[in-house]
């Protein structure tokens, strides 16, 4: 219940019409006087658009199939080299039936299927222990978890690991580097996309904060947020207020154009409401959350791209990261990268790290390819877990610092 800045949640694991008015009327006491509660608009039902389908509801799938996909992936990862020492494979699933109602008289369901198989790699090469991770997430039914999809799932996080293992460590320095849009878009959900949300620019308490119309990135640069990108993970028809999900532009060929907003800090900060109120469950608070969130694809080729490095670091796959949204720096892990040698990939290398100033970052990408790869995640904020998925095409950045063994 909301009166002026004040908003109070109630929960309740509770399903019958006359516990749920109860305890509706239990929120809307605390916030306003008995002379200013007043009858509620009717309930109106309006279905909104799925903007993703479920052939196979997971729900109806026998055990059986959903633990011989994780023998499957064991299998498929032990197979690939005798340095693998540990393998596992995690099946994780998730059907959530939304509902949302308030005084005004919207109603709206949405309901939510989401999958996932992870695998972890462990292997050992003359007393080195490296690991490779890789996962097939979504907003679909089980149809999207066929073998061989498992499979290549499971290959690729041993092929990772093994290859790491056997890596030189990374030299630190500063180097070009080349973004593969294999490496996923944790760069962008990090460095930019956080400090993009609504609550943390009204604060002040984002580098991108009271920008709006200016210069905060290099003008190759688009940033897109898509709640309704089909079948990724972030994906819904509407987001935890009813708003419906829907492709917002945050960042416009290099100029901030809005924020990720909620109910709330839309009115607050005079901009359109985005979709983007999301929260873990009914026991949680709606808060500013990405879901889909992406740099948009260029017109490069990226094989011209790689050429155009004589000597470089070519990142192809991201682990995570921490970055302050405050000034706007960062550090992520690399989990898969290579030197670059006359526009050519050449030795692999471990234990490298990426840092730097998002906006600073943004601002001197100088070449953005016409590919676009997507990484999938739990995203943490406020106490919070949220599914997400990020996107980006093969990107070069002239110069940024990675961390790695001093020579």
Known sequence: ?????????????????????????????SVADESELHEAASLVP?????????????RGVPVERKVALLRLADQAARAID????????????????????NSEGLSRRDTRVRLGVAVHVVARQDGVLESGFETIRGTRGFEMLG????????????????????AAPAPAGTYTVVLSSEAGGTLIHESVGHGLEADLNLKGLSVYAGRIGEKVASELITVVDDGRDPGQRGTAAMDDEGTPTQRTVLIDKGILR????DRKHAAKLGIARSGNARRESFRHPPICRMT?????????????????????????????GQVDVVSGTFAFEITECYRIRDGKLAEPLRGATLVGQGPTLMSEIDMV??????????????????????????LRIPSVVVGGKLA
């Open 1 to 29: 219940m909301t009166r002026g800045d004040r908003t109070t949640y109630a929960a309740g694991n509770v399903t019958d019409g006359d516990d749920l008015v109860a305890l509706a009327g239990r929120a809307a006491a």
């Open 258 to 261: 809005t924020y990720l907003s």
């Open 46 to 58: 309006d279905e909104l658009l799925r903007p993703h389908s479920v052939a196979i509801d997971p």
């Open 147 to 166: 073998d061989d999809a498992v499979r290549e799932v499971a290959e690729t996080a041993a092929r990772r690991a093994v290859r790491s293992a056997g």
């Open 369 to 394: 390819g016409w590919d676009l790869g997507y990484s999938t995640g739990t995203c943490g904020k406020d106490g919070q877990g949220a599914p997400v998925a990020d996107a980006q095409p093969t």
């Open 82 to 101: 005798p340095r693998v020492v540990q393998v596992t494979a995690t099946y994780a699933e998730s059907v959530q039936d939304v509902g949302v109602a």
């Open 292 to 320: 889909n969130t992406m740099i948009e694809r260029g017109e490069t080729d990226p094989e011209e791209i790689l050429r155009s490095v004589k000597d470089g670091v070519f990142v192809k796959k991201m682990g995570g």
